[in-house]
Protein backbone atom coordinates (compact mmCIF):
# COMPACT_ATOMS: atom_id res chain seq x y z
CA UNK A 1 0.00 0.00 0.00
CA UNK A 2 1.14 3.68 -0.86
CA UNK A 3 2.09 5.51 1.93
CA UNK A 4 -0.51 8.72 2.39
CA UNK A 5 0.12 12.34 1.50
CA UNK A 6 0.12 13.01 5.59
CA UNK A 7 1.24 10.37 7.52
CA UNK A 8 0.65 10.50 11.63
CA UNK A 9 2.74 7.75 12.91
CA UNK A 10 2.52 6.96 16.76
CA UNK A 11 1.98 10.35 18.04
CA UNK A 12 2.02 10.49 21.90
CA UNK A 13 1.81 14.07 23.84
CA UNK A 14 2.56 13.73 27.48
CA UNK A 15 2.76 17.35 29.82
CA UNK A 16 3.78 17.89 33.22
CA UNK A 17 0.83 17.56 35.88
CA UNK A 18 1.90 20.50 37.35
CA UNK A 19 2.20 18.09 40.67
CA UNK A 20 4.99 16.87 39.73
CA UNK A 21 3.77 13.92 37.61
CA UNK A 22 2.79 14.02 34.08
CA UNK A 23 -0.43 13.58 32.03
CA UNK A 24 -0.56 11.54 28.80
CA UNK A 25 -2.87 13.50 26.45
CA UNK A 26 -2.50 10.68 23.66
CA UNK A 27 -0.56 7.68 22.92
CA UNK A 28 0.59 6.20 20.17
CA UNK A 29 -2.01 7.95 17.53
CA UNK A 30 -1.78 6.56 13.83
CA UNK A 31 -3.46 8.23 10.85
CA UNK A 32 -3.02 8.93 7.48
CA UNK A 33 -4.63 11.60 4.92
CA UNK A 34 -4.50 11.52 1.48
CA UNK A 35 -3.98 14.23 -0.91
CA UNK A 36 -6.63 16.29 -2.10
CA UNK A 37 -8.72 15.15 1.03
CA UNK A 38 -10.65 17.27 2.99
CA UNK A 39 -10.83 15.91 6.83
CA UNK A 40 -12.61 17.41 9.81
CA UNK A 41 -11.75 16.61 13.15
CA UNK A 42 -14.23 16.41 15.80
CA UNK A 43 -13.51 15.68 19.88
CA UNK A 44 -14.74 17.53 23.53
CA UNK A 45 -12.90 20.09 24.73
CA UNK A 46 -9.27 19.19 25.97
CA UNK A 47 -8.75 15.85 24.01
CA UNK A 48 -6.01 17.26 21.89
CA UNK A 49 -7.21 18.32 18.85
CA UNK A 50 -4.88 21.79 18.89
CA UNK A 51 -1.98 19.77 20.03
CA UNK A 52 -2.21 17.40 16.85
CA UNK A 53 -2.80 20.21 14.48
CA UNK A 54 0.45 22.25 16.41
CA UNK A 55 2.07 19.10 15.78
CA UNK A 56 1.38 18.61 12.00
CA UNK A 57 2.36 22.44 11.56
CA UNK A 58 5.56 21.94 13.01
CA UNK A 59 5.15 24.62 15.62
CA UNK A 60 5.61 22.14 18.23
CA UNK A 61 7.01 19.10 19.21
CA UNK A 62 5.54 15.61 20.22
CA UNK A 63 6.81 13.83 23.29
CA UNK A 64 6.82 10.59 20.76
CA UNK A 65 6.12 9.68 16.87
CA UNK A 66 6.82 11.58 13.60
CA UNK A 67 5.02 13.29 11.46
CA UNK A 68 5.57 12.77 7.34
CA UNK A 69 4.62 14.99 4.65
CA UNK A 70 5.40 13.68 1.38
CA UNK A 71 7.16 11.23 2.39
CA UNK A 72 9.78 13.95 4.64
CA UNK A 73 9.72 14.23 8.16
CA UNK A 74 8.06 17.54 9.66
CA UNK A 75 10.35 19.71 11.93
CA UNK A 76 9.38 23.31 11.87
CA UNK A 77 7.10 25.47 10.64
CA UNK A 78 6.74 25.57 6.23
CA UNK A 79 5.31 27.79 3.96
CA UNK A 80 3.96 24.78 2.56
CA UNK A 81 1.28 24.53 6.13
CA UNK A 82 -0.67 27.03 6.05
CA UNK A 83 -2.59 27.67 10.26
CA UNK A 84 -5.53 29.45 10.99
CA UNK A 85 -4.86 29.18 14.65
CA UNK A 86 -7.72 29.10 17.20
CA UNK A 87 -6.71 32.28 18.21
CA UNK A 88 -6.33 33.87 15.30
CA UNK A 89 -2.52 35.27 16.10
CA UNK A 90 -2.03 38.48 13.56
CA UNK A 91 0.80 40.41 13.88
CA UNK A 92 -0.54 43.08 16.36
CA UNK A 93 1.51 45.89 14.83
CA UNK A 94 0.35 45.36 10.64
CA UNK A 95 -2.24 46.04 9.28
CA UNK A 96 -5.00 43.38 7.84
CA UNK A 97 -3.27 44.28 4.55
CA UNK A 98 -0.17 43.48 5.81
CA UNK A 99 -0.51 40.53 7.64
CA UNK A 100 -1.73 39.20 4.19
CA UNK A 101 1.18 40.53 2.15
CA UNK A 102 4.09 39.06 4.40
CA UNK A 103 3.10 35.81 3.56
CA UNK A 104 2.65 36.41 -0.03
CA UNK A 105 6.20 37.83 -0.43
CA UNK A 106 7.93 35.17 1.32
CA UNK A 107 6.60 32.54 -1.03
CA UNK A 108 7.04 35.09 -4.41
CA UNK A 109 9.86 36.76 -3.91
CA UNK A 110 9.66 37.49 -7.61
CA UNK A 111 6.54 39.20 -7.50
CA UNK A 112 5.99 43.19 -7.65
CA UNK A 113 4.78 44.86 -5.03
CA UNK A 114 1.39 45.76 -6.92
CA UNK A 115 1.27 42.31 -7.92
CA UNK A 116 1.78 41.08 -3.87
CA UNK A 117 -1.08 43.82 -2.70
CA UNK A 118 -3.50 42.75 -5.28
CA UNK A 119 -3.32 38.94 -4.53
CA UNK A 120 -3.86 40.02 -1.12
CA UNK A 121 -6.69 42.38 -1.57
CA UNK A 122 -8.43 39.50 -3.28
CA UNK A 123 -8.12 37.40 -0.92
CA UNK A 124 -9.43 39.74 2.04
CA UNK A 125 -12.68 40.38 -0.79
CA UNK A 126 -13.11 36.91 -0.45
CA UNK A 127 -14.03 37.02 2.70
CA UNK A 128 -16.00 40.29 2.67
CA UNK A 129 -12.87 42.58 3.54
CA UNK A 130 -12.49 45.76 1.58
CA UNK A 131 -11.80 49.26 1.14
CA UNK A 132 -10.36 51.00 4.30
CA UNK A 133 -10.83 48.39 7.01
CA UNK A 134 -7.73 46.55 5.21
CA UNK A 135 -5.47 49.55 6.62
CA UNK A 136 -7.02 48.76 10.03
CA UNK A 137 -4.64 47.00 13.02
CA UNK A 138 -5.50 44.04 14.35
CA UNK A 139 -6.80 45.91 17.60
CA UNK A 140 -8.89 47.43 15.86
CA UNK A 141 -10.80 44.87 14.18
CA UNK A 142 -13.93 42.75 15.32
CA UNK A 143 -13.11 39.55 16.88
CA UNK A 144 -14.89 37.77 13.10
CA UNK A 145 -12.67 40.44 11.13
CA UNK A 146 -9.60 39.08 12.77
CA UNK A 147 -10.73 35.47 11.89
CA UNK A 148 -11.38 36.46 8.90
CA UNK A 149 -7.86 37.90 7.90
CA UNK A 150 -6.41 35.17 9.51
CA UNK A 151 -8.45 32.57 7.07
CA UNK A 152 -7.02 35.05 4.21
CA UNK A 153 -3.44 34.79 4.84
CA UNK A 154 -3.32 31.30 4.95
CA UNK A 155 -5.57 30.96 1.80
CA UNK A 156 -3.41 33.55 -0.03
CA UNK A 157 -0.25 30.83 -0.04
CA UNK A 158 -1.93 28.41 -1.30
CA UNK A 159 -0.35 26.08 0.94
CA UNK A 160 0.02 22.36 0.33
CA UNK A 161 -1.40 21.60 3.81
CA UNK A 162 -5.02 23.84 5.16
CA UNK A 163 -4.77 24.12 9.06
CA UNK A 164 -7.62 25.45 10.14
CA UNK A 165 -8.30 25.65 13.97
CA UNK A 166 -12.22 26.38 14.60
CA UNK A 167 -11.37 28.80 12.10
CA UNK A 168 -15.22 30.06 11.37
CA UNK A 169 -15.84 30.04 15.27
CA UNK A 170 -16.42 33.74 16.14
CA UNK A 171 -18.36 34.34 13.00
CA UNK A 172 -21.86 35.05 12.35
CA UNK A 173 -24.12 32.62 10.70
CA UNK A 174 -24.21 34.40 7.59
CA UNK A 175 -20.40 34.92 7.47
CA UNK A 176 -19.64 31.48 8.44
CA UNK A 177 -22.01 30.26 5.42
CA UNK A 178 -20.34 32.57 2.73
CA UNK A 179 -16.61 31.89 4.09
CA UNK A 180 -17.23 27.80 4.17
CA UNK A 181 -18.43 28.14 0.72
CA UNK A 182 -15.32 30.26 -0.11
CA UNK A 183 -13.40 27.40 1.50
CA UNK A 184 -15.06 24.87 -0.87
CA UNK A 185 -14.35 26.75 -4.02
CA UNK A 186 -11.21 27.33 -3.19
CA UNK A 187 -10.45 24.15 -2.16
CA UNK A 188 -12.29 22.15 -4.95
CA UNK A 189 -10.00 23.66 -7.47
CA UNK A 190 -6.63 22.94 -6.30
CA UNK A 191 -4.74 19.80 -4.60
CA UNK A 192 -5.26 21.45 -1.86
CA UNK A 193 -5.11 19.05 1.82
CA UNK A 194 -7.27 20.51 4.69
CA UNK A 195 -7.50 19.31 8.05
CA UNK A 196 -9.68 21.16 9.78
CA UNK A 197 -11.16 21.19 13.94
CA UNK A 198 -14.51 21.87 14.19
CA UNK A 199 -17.53 22.05 17.13
CA UNK A 200 -19.85 22.35 14.39
CA UNK A 201 -21.27 18.70 13.13
CA UNK A 202 -23.30 20.19 10.38
CA UNK A 203 -19.99 22.51 9.26
CA UNK A 204 -17.87 18.95 9.49
CA UNK A 205 -20.81 17.13 7.25
CA UNK A 206 -21.01 20.03 4.69
CA UNK A 207 -17.58 20.26 4.36
CA UNK A 208 -15.38 16.84 5.04
CA UNK A 209 -14.63 13.87 2.62
CA UNK A 210 -14.16 11.81 6.29
CA UNK A 211 -14.35 12.73 9.71
CA UNK A 212 -12.20 11.93 12.55
CA UNK A 213 -13.50 11.51 16.03
CA UNK A 214 -11.38 11.65 19.24
CA UNK A 215 -12.34 10.16 22.57
CA UNK A 216 -11.92 12.17 25.53
CA UNK A 217 -8.85 12.40 27.15
CA UNK A 218 -6.15 11.78 28.91
CA UNK A 219 -5.30 8.94 26.82
CA UNK A 220 -7.40 10.18 23.90
CA UNK A 221 -7.88 8.52 20.87
CA UNK A 222 -8.98 8.76 17.12
CA UNK A 223 -11.06 6.07 17.26
CA UNK A 224 -13.02 6.24 14.34
CA UNK A 225 -12.69 7.56 10.99
CA UNK A 226 -16.61 8.61 9.56
CA UNK A 227 -16.69 8.50 5.36
CA UNK A 228 -19.37 11.56 4.49
CA UNK A 229 -20.63 9.41 1.76
CA UNK A 230 -22.66 12.29 0.13
CA UNK A 231 -22.10 13.65 -2.99
CA UNK A 232 -20.31 16.70 -3.95
CA UNK A 233 -21.12 19.64 -4.82
CA UNK A 234 -22.99 20.07 -1.64
CA UNK A 235 -25.28 22.91 -0.46
CA UNK A 236 -26.40 23.17 2.99
CA UNK A 237 -29.79 23.31 2.51
CA UNK A 238 -29.95 20.26 0.17
CA UNK A 239 -27.89 18.06 2.45
CA UNK A 240 -30.47 17.87 5.12
CA UNK A 241 -32.35 15.92 2.13
CA UNK A 242 -29.47 12.74 1.52
CA UNK A 243 -30.59 9.33 2.77
CA UNK A 244 -27.63 9.50 4.36
CA UNK A 245 -27.63 12.57 6.19
CA UNK A 246 -29.46 11.84 9.29
CA UNK A 247 -27.58 8.61 9.73
CA UNK A 248 -24.15 10.05 9.66
CA UNK A 249 -25.40 13.09 11.82
CA UNK A 250 -27.05 10.21 14.30
CA UNK A 251 -24.22 8.27 14.47
CA UNK A 252 -21.43 11.21 15.20
CA UNK A 253 -24.21 12.96 17.84
CA UNK A 254 -24.02 9.01 19.76
CA UNK A 255 -20.42 9.25 19.57
CA UNK A 256 -20.30 12.98 20.99
CA UNK A 257 -22.71 11.99 24.04
CA UNK A 258 -21.96 8.66 25.21
CA UNK A 259 -18.97 6.73 22.91
CA UNK A 260 -16.15 9.58 23.80
CA UNK A 261 -16.71 8.70 27.16
CA UNK A 262 -17.46 5.62 27.71
CA UNK A 263 -13.70 4.91 25.42
CA UNK A 264 -12.32 7.63 27.54
CA UNK A 265 -9.11 7.26 30.16
CA UNK A 266 -7.59 3.56 28.59
CA UNK A 267 -4.72 3.26 28.66
CA UNK A 268 -3.61 1.59 25.84
CA UNK A 269 -1.00 -1.45 24.98
CA UNK A 270 1.84 -0.69 22.91
CA UNK A 271 -0.19 -1.16 19.65
CA UNK A 272 -0.64 1.67 16.70
CA UNK A 273 -3.78 3.11 17.82
CA UNK A 274 -5.57 3.39 13.84
CA UNK A 275 -8.94 4.64 13.78
CA UNK A 276 -11.57 2.41 12.95
CA UNK A 277 -13.65 3.20 9.42
CA UNK A 278 -17.14 3.84 9.44
CA UNK A 279 -19.08 4.16 6.19
CA UNK A 280 -22.69 4.85 6.60
CA UNK A 281 -24.81 4.29 3.34
CA UNK A 282 -28.66 4.40 3.16
CA UNK A 283 -29.08 4.48 -0.36
CA UNK A 284 -30.29 1.33 -1.12
CA UNK A 285 -27.57 -0.37 -3.31
CA UNK A 286 -28.46 -3.64 -4.80
CA UNK A 287 -26.83 -6.59 -2.92
CA UNK A 288 -25.10 -7.99 -5.95
CA UNK A 289 -23.66 -4.63 -6.65
CA UNK A 290 -20.50 -3.75 -6.48
CA UNK A 291 -20.08 -1.20 -3.72
CA UNK A 292 -18.80 2.04 -6.07
CA UNK A 293 -17.56 4.68 -3.47
CA UNK A 294 -20.07 7.63 -4.68
CA UNK A 295 -17.84 10.65 -6.23
CA UNK A 296 -16.90 12.44 -3.15
CA UNK A 297 -14.50 14.77 -4.66
CA UNK A 298 -15.56 18.02 -5.99
CA UNK A 299 -15.16 18.55 -9.51
CA UNK A 300 -13.91 22.40 -10.96
CA UNK A 301 -16.62 23.44 -13.26
N1 LIG B 1 1.73 23.53 27.14
C1 LIG B 1 0.92 22.74 27.84
N2 LIG B 1 1.26 22.31 29.09
C2 LIG B 1 0.46 21.48 29.79
N3 LIG B 1 -0.71 21.00 29.34
C3 LIG B 1 -1.12 21.41 28.12
C4 LIG B 1 -0.33 22.28 27.29
N4 LIG B 1 -0.99 22.50 26.12
C5 LIG B 1 -2.13 21.79 26.20
N5 LIG B 1 -2.21 21.13 27.39
C6 LIG B 1 -3.28 20.22 27.82
O1 LIG B 1 -3.44 19.24 26.80
C7 LIG B 1 -4.82 18.94 26.64
C8 LIG B 1 -5.20 19.11 25.18
O2 LIG B 1 -5.18 20.49 24.83
P1 LIG B 1 -5.65 21.02 23.40
O3 LIG B 1 -5.48 22.49 23.39
O4 LIG B 1 -4.95 20.23 22.36
O5 LIG B 1 -7.20 20.61 23.42
P2 LIG B 1 -8.33 20.84 22.30
O6 LIG B 1 -8.87 19.50 21.96
O7 LIG B 1 -7.82 21.68 21.21
O8 LIG B 1 -9.45 21.62 23.15
P3 LIG B 1 -10.46 22.83 22.68
O9 LIG B 1 -11.56 22.14 21.93
O10 LIG B 1 -10.93 23.38 23.99
O11 LIG B 1 -9.69 23.81 21.88
C9 LIG B 1 -5.59 19.80 27.61
O12 LIG B 1 -5.87 19.04 28.75
C10 LIG B 1 -4.61 20.91 27.94
O13 LIG B 1 -4.82 21.37 29.25
MG1 LIG C 1 -8.22 23.62 20.58
Not at 192 to 197: A, L, S
Not at 211 to 237: C, D, Q, Y
Not at 269 to 295: M, Y
Request: charged share 25%; net charge negative; aromatic share 6%.
Amino acid sequence: MSKPFLSIERLTQTYPDGQGGSTTVFENASFGIEKGEFVCILGHSGCGKSTIMNILAGLAEPTSGVVKMDGLEVSGPSLDRGVVFQNYSLLPWLSALKNVTFGVKARHPDWSREKVEAHARDFLAKVGLEGDVVHRKPSQLSGGMRQRVSIARAFANHPKLLLLDEPFGALDALTRGTIQEELLKIWSGTEQTVFMITHDIDEAILLADRILLMTNGPFARVAESVEITIPRPRKRTEIVEHPNYYAIRNHLVQFLGHRSKELAGKQSDDADQRPETVRLEKTGQAEDEPSAPPPLRAVND
